[in-house]
Nanobody, 118 residues
């Protein structure tokens, strides 16, 4: 499984960005895709996830500002980020988790930098 993320960049506070992540390879029909982020010297933290059934889980720090969605047919997950703040600056990692016969598999993308600064 490979995850290819795109859409990061530099944006001013209050601006918007949209991240995309396309998964390829042996993708199971039931899975969870999403985004984590990591600042230098800090642990990676959950931003938002979405299951193949459409259930979402969003961090309190981004609720109301970020929205996650996915295209099942294209195995692609999106993160729409609005009202960005400097504290949203981090490397954002795409994530996929799936399970078969009781064995769980987790995959990470290469990370895309998001910088919020004036």
């Amino acid at each position: 499984v490979q995850l290819q993320a795109s859409g990061g960049g530099l944006v001013q506070p209050g601006g918007s960005l949209r991240l995309s992540c396309a998964a390829s390879g042996n993708i199971f029909s039931i899975n969870i895709m999403g985004w984590y982020r990591q600042e230098p010297g800090k642990q990676r933290e959950l931003v938002a996830t979405i299951s193949s059934g459409g259930s979402t889980n969003t961090a309190d720090s981004v609720k109301g500002r970020f929205g996650i969605s996915r295209d099942i047919a294209q195995n692609t997950v999106y993160l729409q980020m609005n009202s960005l703040k400097p504290e949203d600056t981090a490397v954002y990692y795409c994530y996929l988790r799936q399970q078969r016969l009781g064995v769980g598999y987790a995959y990470w993308g290469q990370g895309t930098q998001v910088t919020v600064s004036s």
